[in-house]
């Protein structure tokens, strides 16, 4: 094994370490997040960092880094109260890869990445058509990581579009069956191929 | 598309809804959760809920619940300040997965499970030997979710233990050649494939 410690870590070429520790943490949920601001410009970004916080009420976190390339994404989110997570499909990972180009404000990710927006009735935030899997959320609350300056965001889940052959008779949706890509580290993505699902883990079973 | 909101959730049935929301964010890393308490009690516990949160320095996030089945994970990071994320191989998922039942205090989930501890002289809780990727994390600070109280704890790291052939010249370790697998839902493991690694976006590229 290749066994690295701190001092290793702060002599890292600085485009080596953000490979290196985007990596460490695995594979990761390849999604676009969807919001509008008050001018209603719509605005799309790739994200990995969204993380599932609860079933009851269904919560889910997101974290943001407002300094850097996704920024209008959590402008957006704080000033609407609304976004969207749209999983991405392996026909359009390439077309998804793309909105995190360095976009001036007046475009729209959805123009430049080819993706169509839609809407809903229950808030303003764009679904992405082409996406297989769609959630629309509510801001609930956020918290600030005092070591860099992120931004933890969690926001229920207030509506869910998903196709119908996704949807298992226990309620687990089959992501793969859906065509979902994983993400892991800044670039590289993946399909799945099914190992098994487990049952319930009990002691001594 | 079936299209839910927030009535279609409140009527859901407590295992369908759980498998529900525990599918909707993707795709997520397959980890276990090594540490050790002041006796000297090893324990270790399957996650999903391992997030980036930054490479400078170089931070994880974790999905806790206090309240559920390894709260002595949460626990035993207070306490001691330490702790390890072993990512899983597809050799021994379902003994990982197994780790996930309710074992008395007494019983360690090695033991339990088959997995053989390990340590290192930078901190004291206890490595996977058989994981092929693994991470040594010092406790940073926690933010409680006020909407239903789970914990999110953040940790520096500070070692990492990788295969050599896993890491590439520009510092991605490649999960699929170590052999790392990911996991959607609550228990459904699945290997990858890779679709490609993207070039940096620019606008117009």
């Not at 974290?63 to 392996?90: E, L």
């Not at 229950?122 to 509510?138: D, N, R, T, W």
């Not at 918290?143 to 931004?151: F, L, R």
Request: proline fraction near 5%.
């Amino acid at each position: 094994m290749i066994r690295w410690h701190r001092d290793d870590f702060e002599t890292m070429e600085k485009r080596f370490r953000t490979n290196f520790f985007n990596s460490l943490t695995g594979y990761k949920a390849a999604t676009l997040i969807g919001t509008i601001n008050a001018a209603e410009q719509t605005n799309l970004a790739i994200f990995s960092s969204v993380v599932h916080v609860g079933a009851n009420p269904p919560l889910v976190g997101l974290v943001c880094r407002p300094t850097s390339v996704p920024r209008h994404t959590y402008q957006n989110i704080k000033a609407m109260g609304y976004y969207t997570i749209n999983h991405i499909h392996h026909t359009f990972f390439e077309q998804a890869h793309h909105t995190a180009a360095r976009y001036s404000a007046e475009v729209s990710e959805f123009e430049a990445a080819q993706l169509t927006p839609d809407y809903s009735d229950l808030h303003p935030a764009p679904y992405v058509v082409e996406s297989p899997l769609k959630i629309g959320l509510q801001f609930v609350e956020e918290h600030e990581i005092a070591a860099n300056g992120t931004i933890f965001v969690v926001g229920q889940v207030i509506e869910t579009l998903l196709k119908p052959g996704s949807l298992c008779h226990d309620g687990f949706v089959d992501l793969e069956q859906s065509g979902i890509v994983t993400i892991s580290g800044l670039d590289s993505y993946h399909r799945t191929e099914t190992l098994a699902r487990l049952p319930y883990a009990k002691p001594n079973g």
